[in-house]
């Protein structure tokens, strides 16, 4: 069952974008093991290399709270396509992820939302277990 209070408020989010150099938002919404959700937006910086996207801000909000265990992730980009994590915001969902089964829900918009696992948007990702190796 999808997490509606989770869709809305990474929609929410996304309005508070900065984002002069692409015109390009993007809202998360992260719920974590406290069972409260954490929004970012994407922050773009003149510097390109120093900009940080929606779902990083939002897993680095909730982080710095005390939390270390992503049980859902919904992102929204572009409204009128499905805008999926670039592939650093994946390996940083995957650090914290509760498991390889937690959902990340892609938003174009309230309506229409696909349901993803980490799992089948980065399989074999590279983990702190294989550094144990
Ligand atoms: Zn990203």
């Known amino acids: 069952m999808i997490n509606k209070e989770l869709i809305l408020k990474a929609i929410e989010a996304r309005e508070n974008a900065y984002c002069p150099y692409s015109n390009f938002k993007v809202g ?3 719920l974590f093991e406290d069972d409260k959700i954490y929004t970012g937006c994407n922050i773009e910086n003149a510097s390109f290399g120093a900009t ?4 990083r801000t939002a897993i680095f909000n909730g982080i710095s709270h005390g939390n270390r265990l992503i049980k859902a992730i919904a992102l929204i980009g572009d409204p009128n396509a499905f805008t999926y994590p670039c592939g650093i915001c994946r390996q940083v969902i995957s650090e914290f992820a509760e498991s390889k089964d937690t959902k990340i829900y892609i938003i174009k ?9 980490l799992e089948e948007i980065m399989p074999g990702t590279f983990t702190k277990e294989d550094l144990d190796k």
């Open 28 to 30: 998360a919404a992260v």
């Open 52 to 55: 940080n996207c929606a779902e």
């Open 109 to 117: 918009n309230e309506n229409e939302i696909l349901e993803k696992t």
